[in-house]
């Protein structure tokens, strides 16, 4: 379901996403990014990790039947593992975006140091349709861009495209231009190549000292109010049974 690629002489570790539809982030999925990720650890001279989608899109987000609450117990701490994997990780990290970039997808693009993205990419967080919420983009989006943006998009659901992220300071890039992977390797020969390994990976780790302090405990407060509360309410079940079934949710609020 992933596929690994090194460039730039060793330099540079692509990981791609290639699972029909969506690229979602099963399991299965995450098991095989956290692996991949751990070999990218052991390589000596790695100065960029990338995570990009085949097809059409980033990734939908989460599987969603995954989403019912007996497999959440196990599917939710892996998942933001995956996160912090990628928050300690040794080397400057980014994810390229092209498509629909959702959910779970969302936040692991919010666990990159960067994002690239191609002008018709969108973000977003759907999970207030099925009576949720991303609790890796509660933990990491406002820190990435204020309370009132972050709190905008968790409430709303709304997605918002590449452009209006990179105005808010999120998305590095948007590359009307050229292709994405184009603008991936411009980026790589100007910024990277020409700079030390291992000075990338000591500022990498200094870089994200404020924001792992601040985002690992508020991802466990996270994920403990969504896997012992949220989960326990009758609409929580309601959202993701009807998405399911394919009809509309009955909400009792409560």
Known sequence: MIETAIERDGAWLRIAMRSVPGNLLSLAMVGELRRAIADG???RGL???TIEGAGDDFSFGAKIHEHLAEAMAAV???TH???KDLLAFPSPTTALVHGRCLGGAFELALACDDIIAAP???FGFPEIRLAAFPPAGAALLPLRVGAS???RAMITGDPRPAQYWHEAGLVSVVAPHVSLENAARDWFDRHLAPLSAVALSHAAHASRLTLRAQAEPALD???RLYLTRLLGTRDAVEGIRAWIENRRPRW???
């Open 76 to 78: 939710l701490p892996e």
């Open 221 to 223: 407060a996270a994920e």
């Open 81 to 83: 593992r995956l996160f």
């Open 47 to 49: 100065k960029w990790l």
């Open 252 to 254: 009792e609020n409560r």
């Open 120 to 122: 018709g990419a969108t």
């Open 149 to 151: 943006r972050a709190a």
């Open 41 to 43: 650890r052991e390589r």
